[in-house]
């Protein structure tokens, strides 16, 4: 026992004791090779990168009963944006350690509205991911952190995904604010991978309309040799249990075909209720009791072509979306509320409470039947990236549609262009916020 | 398609490395023909013995499919008289890998991962994995598939079409058939160097029949399998059929032989 002790101390007092031995050459060789060591792995394990952005905005406003006279939102018309990314990571033997800070500049000018002649300038500094993770053994990993957690294959949105609308791809210069995840991910053999998800804080996503709440999934994921498929059970506190899929299957070396959905017992999406307040409906959640099953699915493919480009198409049936009777019922009580929005009050505060609901009815797409087609292929001639992607709503014939283009000056210099048009009328899906945007910048990265 | 091959001869080089003078003892080339003879004995048996699929298997080893390695490619295409440059870590093992983008700045940070013929585009900024097909283009003439492991052994039917030399080195010319559409070459036809069990080149067809690429190997690399060195190639020539001038030369570098952990190939511990 009394070894053991001497041991313990001797080895907590080793680096010490070994750098007061100075002549002791034999432990000085051993702490000089243990510290060139320590400094090799923390070198080869340290990545960083520095991501330097400039763009300007222009957006045009849709003149729509959401967002009467641009004084529900107060969207600006044009901004200007300086943005610092470094991403920084550590991996040292079983921990890895990351972190984006980020800093912004940002200078927007208003042309519609109650703000109309208005400028400001703000700034911003934030870290939007960051992460901590230990590997307790082999197959079992720990973290927590600030993340951004983005499954499946489909690109208009990921209907599997409980935690996240917004997949991040119909702006990639956007960054989507990430949210604070404690994760347990189990390897038990290569093909398979369960992991428990807790998302347990909002972070840096706004909830602008309702309270967030904690939300917690068991993830399954398999990969199979032309194939891999991923089931997730989810709870969200205060709500219901929500059932998600994805899979994709490598048909041949150019096509590839997937799927993604998910399903629950009722909805907690709101729906235009014929009620006797001064606009003769209100949005109630009346499928929060319903136990029929609900469910949104995702169907899609893509082919590369020889010459180069990716083509993709992907339909959407979203099941809890508006039928024709309920959306003409949404739209008509929309306008009711966008009518009294400049009366006093009561009158108004309802007006707003009600496009505030109208705004977001908790459903990720407001209808039922959509398809996307899109065009895509990177490093033409090793300077440009394209994507044009078209998503048409079949149910009210509204549109929008989306480039992406990168153009690289060099190695380090990229110029990009993001564009966005929208069609149809005022009491369409996409006609509703923007008639059309764009986004023009540089990047540099490091 | 597991018949064995007929034992090839022996070229007529080997053996003529001894050279008798006068006044020297017979026991040189004595030895050098008992020598000869033992190697002769010992190598052909094992050749004959093994089957088109274990040739296959033994070139596959040095094109990166084994247990686990990690390498750097250097990259250069040229096409169309622009020439583009890329440099990546390759994390392999069996038919998996991880390429991780590290120059020019303008694609650092992007990675590919390959799960058998599963393949995931990951760009920095953009959080969501994209999936990809294996025909999308790497970069010039090389596809996807090109910088992972080759496993032409499990992906296509051999047959030995004849033998062959390229530049003055024995080869068995094999003929590749995909047996699935999965791969990214329908047809290849593939030189096998008799003596180093290595793949020295290789032209790759479309379904039509039309060679699109061709492709030379070089060993310069060498690997520890079972505690034994084996080649490992260090550089893959792609040639354009169609316009010779574009080139894309591929560089391997920095090889280690070690064990890369399934989490390597995980999607849910890859994207950060």
Known sequence: MRNKILFIIWLLSWPTVSMAQGSNSVMEKAVKKDSTQLRNELSEGLEYSLRFLTFGTYQKIADSSQNPNNDFFQISRYSTALDLRPDLRLNFRRLDLSAKPRMNLEWNVWEDGVRDGDTDWDDDWFVNEWLARIQVTESVFISYGRENLQWGPSSLFSPSNPFFRDNGRSNPKREVPGMDFFRLVWLPKMSWTISFIANVDEGRQGFPYYEFDKTYALKLDFSGQESYASVILSHQESDRNRLGVFGGWTATDALLIYGEGTISRGSNALYPKKTDNPFGATMEEIDDKDTSLKGTILAGGSYTLEIGPTLTIEYVHNGPGYSDGEANAYYRLRQEASDAYYLADPIQGLSKLTLSQTADPKLRLLRRNYIMLQYHQNDIRDVLNLTFRWTHNIDDSSGQFISIVDFFAGDHTQIFFIGGVNSGSGDTEFGTILEHHCMIGVEYTF | ?272
């Not at chain 2, 080997?14 to 003078?21: E, K, L, P, Q």
């Open chain 2, 1 to 272: 398609m597991n018949f064995k091959f007929q034992v090839p001869p022996a070229p007529p080089s080997v053996g003529t490395g001894a050279v008798w003078r006068a006044g020297s003892s017979f026991k040189f080339p004595v030895l050098c023909v008992i020598l000869f003879s033992v190697i002769l004995f010992h190598i052909k048996p094992v050749l004959a013995e093994m089957t088109p699929k274990e040739v296959l298997s033994k070139a596959d080893e040095a094109r990166g499919n084994v247990e686990g390695v990690e390498w750097e490619i250097k990259i250069e295409s040229v096409e169309n008289d622009r020439t583009q440059k890329r440099t990546l870590r390759i994390k392999a093992r069996d038919f998996n890998s991880l390429a991780e983008f590290l120059s020019p700045p303008k694609v650092k940070g992007r990675k590919l991962l390959m799960i058998d013929r599963n393949m995931w585009f990951i760009k920095p900024g953009l959080k969501k994995p994209v999936p990809i097909s294996p025909r999308q283009k790497l970069m010039g003439g090389a596809s996807n598939g090109d910088i992972a492991s080759t496993n032409y052994a499990g992906d296509y039917d051999a047959t030995l079409v004849s033998e062959d030399t390229v530049n003055g080195e024995p080869c068995l010319l094999f003929n590749l058939v995909a047996h699935t559409k999965k791969v990214t070459y329908d047809r290849i036809r593939y030189w096998i160097s008799r003596d180093r069990l290595i793949g020295v080149k290789a032209e790759f067809f479309t379904v039509s029949g039309k060679m699109f690429k061709s492709a030379t190997f070089e060993y310069e690399n060498s690997i520890l399998i079972h505690g034994k060195p084996k080649p490992f190639v260090s550089k893959m020539v792609i040639t354009d059929a169609v316009v010779k001038g574009n080139i894309t030369t591929m560089r391997y570098g920095k090889v280690k032989i070690k064990k890369i952990p399934d989490s390597t190939f995980n999607l849910n511990l890859l994207v950060r």
